[in-house]
């Protein structure tokens, strides 16, 4: 299977709850990034955590990374339903091409 | 954060057709870009990898003359889509990165129809 699995594939949740979004990855990297993409639009850049980091916010955004199991977690906080859409993690090693997971699609009921 | 444009944001065309789509890096010189192709609700497959000035590398099963690729500077390249047909409809998106293992950043893609 592909580096940058994303779990679970859909998450629904009503507004003000947290979001959580898990990705293992299965060889070395470099750094690990998420991105978020709302419906038939381009990927915007939420997060990169390098590989010597274990966890890095950004607002409501918390990204947790354990490279001895070698995955990553987003937590979205008091979530609001501009948060729906789908995220993806992306996994770039030392050397080649970074890898982008199937994503995880999150639906925020007002 | 760094701003990618892509152009156009949608496109029709009549099977046998050519289809140019432009992706520009508007304030950062952009060492490589990558060109995407998404179907709906799957993730971003990579056709390509694009640096200034030399030829793309394409990934396998993708067809390089069927897509050219073309990276004139470092804030422009092009992907042509030639002799377009129905299969080839799909969203097309582009992302560049300011050098190797930075963050990407990604245009607003194109959505290709081909009639």
């Known amino acids: 299977s592909q580096q940058g699995e994303e779990d679970p594939q859909a998450l629904s949740i009503q507004e003000g709850e947290n979001a959580t979004m898990n990705c293992s990855y299965k060889?070395?990297?470099?750094?690990l990034q998420w991105y978020r993409q709302n419906s038939g639009r381009g990927l915007v850049h939420l997060i990169l955590?390098?590989?010597?980091?274990r966890e890095k916010h950004s607002g409501r955004l918390r990204v947790t990374l354990d490279t001895s199991k070698k995955s990553s977690s987003l937590l979205i906080t008091a979530s609001r339903a501009a948060d729906t859409a789908s995220y993806f993690c992306?996994?770039?090693?030392?050397?080649?091409?970074?890898?982008f997971g199937d994503g995880t699609t999150l639906t925020v009921k007002p | 954060g760094a701003v990618v444009s892509q152009h156009p944001s949608r496109v029709i065309c009549k099977s046998g057709t050519s289809v140019k789509i432009e992706c520009r890096s508007l304030?950062?010189?952009?060492?490589?870009m990558f060109w995407y192709r998404q179907f709906p609700k799957q993730s971003l497959m990579l056709m390509a990898t694009?640096?200034?000035?030399?030829?793309?590398?394409?990934e396998q099963g993708v067809e390089k003359d069927k897509f050219l690729i073309n990276h004139a500077s470092l804030t422009l390249s092009t992907l042509t889509v030639t002799s377009a047909h129905p299969e080839d409809s799909s969203f097309y998106i582009c992302?560049?990165?300011?050098?190797?293992?930075?963050?990407?950043?990604f245009g607003p893609g194109t959505r290709l129809t081909v009639t």
């Open positions: 694009s640096n200034e000035g030399s030829k793309a590398t394409y």
């Open positions: 992306a996994t770039y090693p030392n050397a080649g091409k970074s890898t």
């Open positions: 060889t070395s990297i470099n750094n």
């Open positions: 304030d950062f010189q952009a060492t490589t």
């Open positions: 992302s560049a990165e300011r050098g190797p293992r930075y963050e990407q950043y």
């Open positions: 955590i390098r590989s010597n980091e």
